[in-house]
């Protein structure tokens, strides 16, 4: 089954409402859609994130397009360290392994939506098949005011959240409202994660969790400069509270010495980072044998990764029981079906072929020209 012709749309999905966190301010999801059609008529469907800037990322992955043309989609991983090589790591002396990554991601999303769609099969069974029937994620807060966020948390928490994860980070007296409120809001009895985004150097940090532990957090995700594996492991030493690594930690490589350095309790990682499905399943395999759990990585993206993120998430053996889940915070969506949105914080097994997902033609004309209208006013300002 060879490939005839690749196309990218770049796209953008307003959020209902800004999140903030240490980084600033996000508003919506901008990314490139990809579009792999194959000689006999399938059609398979991914997304990257168009990040810095859409142009950039869609020179990249035409250049990469053009190694997959006349192939067969069932070579993916021959293809894909293809690519990799040819853009990524040039003679030794370009070596971009997680630029690549979130460039790349996007085809290789779509190759397995192929696959699927050509075997008639969903994806979860193409990585080894379901390791459960749903897959659990938590809630995650939002609002910009200590007292928004604890509303917010209530709410999830009605909706059935066990784990409340909420972003800080973002000045230590602000921090220390934001968690408080939270927790008085929701109780006791639910879980309680904080994400700093590398926010605190290591005294900082290690000064913020002693503040904190009064609120019983369960984890505190990437509190420092995510270049330091070794600022991690110090912060993780000194802390009463689980330490997550998500920043530092992009593919199996990056896993492999989180382990070895014992720096992290819990790998957050993403098809974003990885460059894909079949990078994430090797990273998952490398914390496996460390002893750590994959807890699923949410980024500015749209259904299309919500489902391919879900069918790896179902076939992970060593998956975390709360994963991030972005689909909530569209304005709208640029599929049709499946219907995304969580019972009791699960989302169960797809039945459809490959990435299980049907695009929404109009929703994605409306995204593009949402996208092109957006770019003419960046462009003029
Ligand atoms: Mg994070």
Redesign the pocket.
């Known amino acids: 089954m060879k490939i005839k012709a690749i196309e990218t749309t770049p796209l953008l999905v307003p959020y209902a409402q800004p999140y903030y966190w240490s980084q600033g301010v996000t508003r919506g999801a901008e990314v490139l859609l990809i579009e792999i059609r194959t000689e006999n008529g399938f059609v398979g469907f991914g997304e990257c994130l168009a990040t810095p800037t859409a142009k950039g990322v869609q020179a990249f992955v035409e250049e990469a397009a053009r190694h997959l043309l006349g192939q067969s989609v069932f070579d993916r991983e021959r293809l894909m360290t293809l690519c990799y090589q040819s853009l990524f790591q040039f003679r030794g002396n370009c070596s971009a392994p997680r630029f690549g990554g979130q460039v790349l991601a996007g085809l290789e999303m779509a190759l397995w939506d192929l696959q699927g769609k050509a075997l008639d099969r969903p994806v979860y069974e193409l990585l080894g098949g379901a390791q459960r029937r749903y897959v659990e994620y938590f809630g995650f807060i939002q609002g910009s005011e200590p007292k928004d966020l604890a509303h917010d948390a209530v709410a999830l928490v009605q909706q059935g959240h066990r784990t409340i994860y909420c972003k800080v980070g973002r000045g230590d007296e602000l921090d220390f409202e934001i968690v408080r409120q939270v927790r008085e809001a929701v109780g006791p009895g639910v879980r309680l994660r904080l994400?700093p985004?590398e926010a605190w150097d290591t005294l900082s940090a290690i000064r913020m969790i002693e503040r904190l532990k009064a609120f019983n957090p369960e984890m505190i995700?990437?509190p420092c400069d995510h270049r330091s594996l070794s600022a991690l492991k110090q912060i993780k030493d000194a802390s009463p509270v689980a330490i997550?690594a998500?920043?530092c930690v992009f593919n199996a490589v990056d896993v492999c010495q989180v382990t070895q350095m014992q720096a992290a309790d819990l790998i957050?990682l993403g098809l974003h980072e990885t460059g894909g499905i079949g990078p994430l399943m090797e990273a998952a395999a490398v914390a496996k044998i460390g002893g750590l759990n994959i807890c699923l990585?949410g980024l500015y993206e749209t259904g299309i990764t919500t489902c391919a993120a879900h069918q790896a998430g179902l076939a992970i053996p060593n998956l975390d029981d709360a994963n991030q889940y972005m689909n909530h915070l569209l304005t709208s969506d640029v599929i049709a079906s499946p219907d995304l949105s969580l019972k009791d914080a699960k989302l169960g097994l797809f039945d459809a072929p490959g990435l299980g997902f049907e695009l929404d033609p109009d929703a994605v004309s409306e995204a593009a020209a949402r996208h092109a209208e957006h770019s003419a006013v960046t462009d003029n300002a």
């Open positions: 994400d985004n995700e990437q997550a998500d920043q957050v990585h």
